[in-house]
């Protein structure tokens, strides 16, 4: 009874597994299901790209029986690209591929000579693919192993979060590390913000300048104004040609007045006496302004 009991066993586990390969043979992958983690803002933009590059896959995955699909295939063909932080694959139980991302979200665009690339908060790079293209901050700028990107990015950040500044700037043109210049979306300046210390000072600086002088000056006067400095707003007029100070003018002179001999003029002292000083013959004064 017992070996009759085993071998009845032995052959229902054959049996099935026979089924179980022949049922798998006849089920495809019915479709495509992605899902982003961790970032709402992301999302469509990874759903498309995931979607684009799965297009791409040297292999058929819609229809194509699901004991010839490769999870872990796909996991290392959608790895291979620095935009996520992790790729996980599994086959539902409709037969459909769930593909779970979890990206690297980027906070500043870089442009250095002709390469562009993009950068999280870290700081780790991420590839600039067209497919996974973000509107985050432009940085544009001379960088080297001494200044890097990620120097530029309390800046950025501030920038980010502040709805003023996030409004009013287009781009970030690092000169060096302690000349950041903004280019905002309204034409005519450009911005010096020195270094990425004292930013709300600068802001506060910034915000006061466009209130009480640009008002009156208009936004075509200056075409640098720089907050880089502790306590003062340093402005670049655009025309160089004109002077930065008053029209010099000489003092009209009485000729007969500067012909006549010296005189005295007795001055009070304190001790009750006076004494005698000559008075000066007049010249010509230049002032400036």
């Known amino acids: 009874m017992k070996w009759s009991i085993l071998s009845a066993l032995l052959c229902y586990a054959a049996g099935m597994t026979v089924w179980a390969h022949r049922e798998a043979s006849s089920h495809v992958c019915t479709g495509i ?39 872990v295939d796909v996991e290392r063909y959608l790895a291979r690209y620095s935009n996520f932080e992790s790729v996980n694959c599994m086959i539902s139980s409709h037969g459909k591929l ?26 780790k790079h991420i590839e600039s693919n067209a497919e996974f293209y973000s509107d985050v901050p432009v940085v544009s700028g001379s960088f080297n192993r001494h200044f890097r990107p990620a120097a530029v990015l309390p800046l950025v950040n ?11 700037v287009s781009m970030v043109v ?53 907050v880089k400095f502790r306590g003062q707003v340093v402005a670049t007029r655009r025309d160089k040609t004109r002077l930065n100070h008053a029209e010099e003018y000489d003092e009209e002179i009485d000729l007969e007045e ?27 004064v230049k002032q400036q302004g």
């Open 33 to 71: 299901e992605i899902h982003v983690e961790g970032s709402a803002a992301m999302d469509s933009v990874i759903r498309h790209g995931v979607t684009e590059e799965l297009r791409d896959y040297p292999k058929r995955i819609t229809g194509t029986p699901l004991h010839q699909l490769s999870t």
């Open 98 to 123: 769930i593909v779970r991302i979890v990206p690297l979200v980027p906070v500043m665009r870089v442009f250095f000579a002709d390469y562009s690339y993009y950068i999280n908060k870290e700081g």
């Open 158 to 168: 501030y920038i980010r979060k502040d709805p003023m500044l996030g409004e009013l």
């Open 174 to 226: 690092a000169e060096n590390e302690h000349n950041l210049i903004l280019v905002p979306r309204i034409r005519g300046h450009v911005i010096n913000f020195g270094d990425t210390t004292r930013l709300d000072e600068k802001k506060r600086a910034l915000a006061l300048f466009y209130r009480q002088v640009m008002p009156y000056k208009g936004w075509e006067e200056y075409d640098t104004i720089s």
């Open 258 to 284: 500067a012909t006549l001999p010296d005189t005295g003029e007795r001055h009070a002292t304190t001790d009750g006496e006076t004494e005698h000083k000559p008075q000066d013959t007049p010249e010509g």
